[in-house]
């Protein structure tokens, strides 16, 4: 989920740990659970900081092991020691418990997402992405919202938040019933299809679909279980060069592989340099395909230039790379 999201539910879980009778009984104990929930609803994505190094490190590494099985045993301890330095008095297991909840929550919610998490590591590198909630749920944060408004306002805080979890429990019921429908009118529509990749986006109802036969990709939208697919890609093999294979080692190539299950290629010849490009199909927007990595290859075989992300205009993509073909 998104930082904001993050950030409703440590809040929630401050008015639900008042359930905790320590809690609720000592100020000090209080201020530094609800220190811990919060900073325990932020932390496995501190990993965000590997933006700073370059795309390609992000990509492979985000939500890894920041998200995993140690990491979910380790940071709660690690906040709940260093709370007990600031707030000595605290009750230490109410405060390593509250939080472990927390980053539990965290992680747990993030699987929901299109994304994902290697939540399995270390018994398994596989990324759990279960596709049915967007990054940011505008029907999530806004029931959050309202409910830690009830709060301020002087409701019960256990039971509102009690009745938010139980409505948030269905809601992610019908979601993963809105998912079946949308895959089953996919399969009706491309009725071959080898794989199907369906996204969330902010819309209900509203669902990216990418799919793949033995001949073609094919990229569109479901409403409800109307499918509508917009372009259609020959399903052709990568061709067998020498730079194509210099540019599958380049860093940034091999961080958009190991992240995109679906994708087309394609090879050019610009300037005297081979291009590589691999365009991701699952996230079109305005007809434009912004996930992609690009490899410059020279006579030498060697990459003098790759990117890799999010990127909207032809443009921009060239200003990343560096790069500008001659009239």
């Not at 099985?69 to 418990?97: D, E, G, M, N, T």
Request: charged share 15%; hydrophobic share 50%; aromatic share 16%.
């Amino acid at each position: 989920m998104d930082t904001g999201t993050h950030i409703v539910m440590g809040t929630a879980l401050c008015g639900l740990s008042l359930a905790d009778p320590v809690v609720s009984s000592d100020s000090v104990t209080m201020t530094a659970v609800f220190i811990g929930l919060v900073s325990g609803s932020l932390i496995p994505d501190i990993d965000t900081v590997l933006k700073l190094r370059n795309n390609a490190v992000y990509i492979s590494n985000h939500r890894g092991i920041t998200h995993s099985i140690p990491a979910i045993l380790l940071w709660p301890l690690a906040i709940a020691v260093l709370l007990s330095f600031i707030f000595p008095s605290a009750a230490f297991f109410h405060v390593w418990a509250w939080t472990f909840l927390a980053v539990f929550l965290h992680v747990f919610v993030d699987i929901f997402n299109s994304y994902g998490t290697q939540a399995l590591r270390p018994f398994s590198n596989h990324w759990v992405a279960l596709g049915v909630i967007n990054t940011f749920d505008p029907i999530i944060f806004s029931l959050h919202i309202v409910a830690i408004a009830f709060w301020l306002f002087g409701a019960d805080p256990i039971l509102t938040f009690l009745i938010l979890y139980g409505v948030l429990f269905v809601y992610y019921l019908l979601r993963f019933a809105v998912k079946a429908a949308v895959k089953n009118a996919v399969r009706h529509t491309v009725p071959n299809a080898e794989s199907i990749f369906i996204a969330p986006t902010m819309h209900f109802f509203q669902w990216r679909v990418a799919a793949s036969d033995a001949s073609c990709h094919y990229v569109g939208r479901a409403y409800g279980r109307s499918v509508t697919i917009y372009d259609r890609f020959d399903r052709e093999p990568m061709p067998e060069s020498p730079y194509i294979d210099a540019a599958m080692e380049d860093p940034n190539i091999q961080a958009f592989v190991s992240f995109s299950p679906i994708y087309r290629w394609s090879v050019s010849y610009i300037d005297d340099l081979y291009e590589v490009r691999l365009i991701d199909l699952r996230y079109r927007s305005k007809e434009y395909y912004p996930f992609v990595a690009v490899a410059h290859i020279d006579q030498n075989l060697k990459v003098v230039n790759s990117y890799t992300g999010w990127i909207f205009s032809e443009a921009k993509l060239r200003k990343k790379l560096k790069f500008i073909p001659n009239s």
